[in-house]
């Protein structure tokens, strides 16, 4: 890999030097050196570099005037902040080409640390989401044994618990085989985590992956493959290509690629890797070399000529590679140096010296323009300035096999973004997988227990993790339209849950309608007891002047005839829609007529009283009988009802409304009764009126004589108040259009029993016995 990451070095150092708008009149020079990733190595490296004598003696200068401006490095965190920490002391930039960690982001420990590439935690939302949407809930995390797998494992374990995520083991890796073997034991706890997320570094990627790979061979014997999700950023061509990794209990390997505009397919990788060693070695190397740790040796290398016209295709491959980091690094600091060197010049021109000295260009000065750095978007890759102004970038997705005969493939097959929307986008596309061909052909489940359908909610199992959990049906009225829902959602009020539960679909509309068989049946109930009410007053009035029509005081008949008449006929303001013309009517009209009815049964029970009263010698009620009274007492009786409607419509009269609540898949069309206060009293009074009625009938109905009705009022009232006290309860216990049903049938009911008590009888005489309908019966009788 060392080949491809010096070549893209050199060829970007090549164009910037070639470029005549970039830093003209001067060559960018450069050392390359190899760390071996040892810390001893690092720090004679680092002496080197700060030590402008043959010898390494840091602030020592014999002649040589030459100082290092910036630093170019893509190792890890632990080699990172070792050369953090001695650069910093001189305040030389450095600049990682590599996917740094978090921790080097604090400017208050890495003041002068800059990076040209997203921070390697750019990617965990992706993984998040990609954990979610193939629902793998019950996973393993996987951590190499290094500060930032510790820190990795602490910051990111919440992060995944608050997404329904269950961490059922966390592993540390080691290469030391003792330790290896110790740890294992874990895993046979937890046999069927078949997802593992791995934090990888560079150095131990490919060893972690063998070690657990051995675990799993040896210990658990897993029927189906594994597949693991890593957090590197970088090609894993080479380090898949040489490496004893095998795919036998691995199902796939997931990881995220910074976008490019093509990738390339290594299907001859061997060839290639000494093709570009041998381009290496013939067109940019020395010849010289010397020992690692030695005295410094000053040898120029040259480029030579032949290097100069690459073919496109050897360049596309080469920077199609993680490599691309390296060349976008050497020209953002390039571009960050011409910056600053123009700054330099126009300062000086300011003060009057036209000669620009460039050697008067310190480190430090670099740091305000490397800090400004605007990335420069190649065709090769998509990396951009984030909100925060740090560098971001949108991911491919890639899935990662090797076959048998070594050869690596990698196919994208979606892609993590957020550049072109407020939140970050996940796109999958499955059938772009590769599966190997001895397993099967979808991905393995890992999740604790099966998912909640739609319609039903997840309940936590008390003591077990939060991705174990029991399913219930969301309660009445509720809905859930995805699986593993959190919680049910109430409809709206216009709406209901189906069968199922997964979905919210509109009520039926519904009120007492002439379609209905409950409308019918008392819409025909009330038209045949308004017939048989006209049919009764029409016989009364054929007979008008017959001596038993006489005797019952015909004129307050007619009138308690013609009330009951429109009693039935009201019956109607409460069958179909509401309107809001029908709803001032109905409890009004309904109150004001039946005090009327009662009055004129009020009206006739008095007059049977003073009629007896009047008989007795000496009684002064004689000059009380007569039809004043009687209308007086039901035009006043019926006033006081006129005046309790009247405050009724003034202050809150009924009006249509719709009851969305008391039906669960139905709304109501109801009329609302505005003032519930006022209905009672309305209702409240005309049981005064009744039960007066009563009492008085009741109190005469032995009175002797043919006039007397008292017994048949008794009866009629007795019938009347049992129907309206019943309808109270009754009334409060029914909902929708049932109250209206129970209102109406109060209505014709009541009615029915005043009609037939006081009438009938009347009727069967003057109609079949008219021989008794004689005034010398009466008298005789």
Sequence with gaps: MMYWKLLSFQMAIQEVNHNRLLLPNITLGYTIHDNYFDPRMTSAVLLELLSAGEANIPNYSCRKTKSTLVVLEGTDFEYSTQISTMLGTYKIPQVSYAFASPSLSDKTYFPFFYESVPKEGVQYPGIIALLQYFKWTLIGLVVVDTNNGEQFTRTFKPVLTQDNICVVFSQTITLDSETMRLNSLSFLQWSQVNVYLYYAEALSFIEGIHVIQHILGSLI???????WVTTVLWDLTFEMTYSPLTFEYTHSIFSFFIQTEKRTKYDDFESFYLQMKKFADDGFLCSYAKHPLAVKGWTRCREKEETEILPQGMVERILTLDTYNIYSAVWNVATSIDAAYSSLSNRMMTSHKIRLDTEKLKPWQLHPFLQAIQFLNFSTNRVYVGENGEPAADFDLVNWLKFPNRSVVSIKFGSFSRQESLEPKLSINQHAIVWPKWLKQSLPPSRCVESCPPGFMKVAQEGKPICCYDCHICAEGTISTVEDAEQCTRCPEDQHPNKYRDQCIPKRINFLSYKDDLGIILASIAMFLAITTGFVLGIFIKFLNTPLVKANNRDLSFILLVSLLFSFLISFLFIGQPTRATCLLQQTAFSIIFSVAVSSLLAKTVTVVLAFLATKPGNRVKRWLGKSLANSIILCSSTVQVIICSIWLGVSPPFPTSDKQSQSEEIVL???????????????????????????????????GVFNEAKSITFSMLVFCTVWVSFVPTYLSTKGKYMVAVQVFSILASSAGLLGCIFISKCYIILLRPHLNTKEHLMIK
Excluded: E, W
């Design 221 to 227: 014997k897993p029927s189906v493959g594994k597949v």
């Design 670 to 704: 109801q009329c609302n009764a505005g003032s519930v206060a006022m209905f009672y009293v309305a209702l409240g009074y005309m049981g005064f009126l009744a039960a007066i009625c009563f009492t008085v009938a009741f109190l005469v109905k032995n009175l002797p």
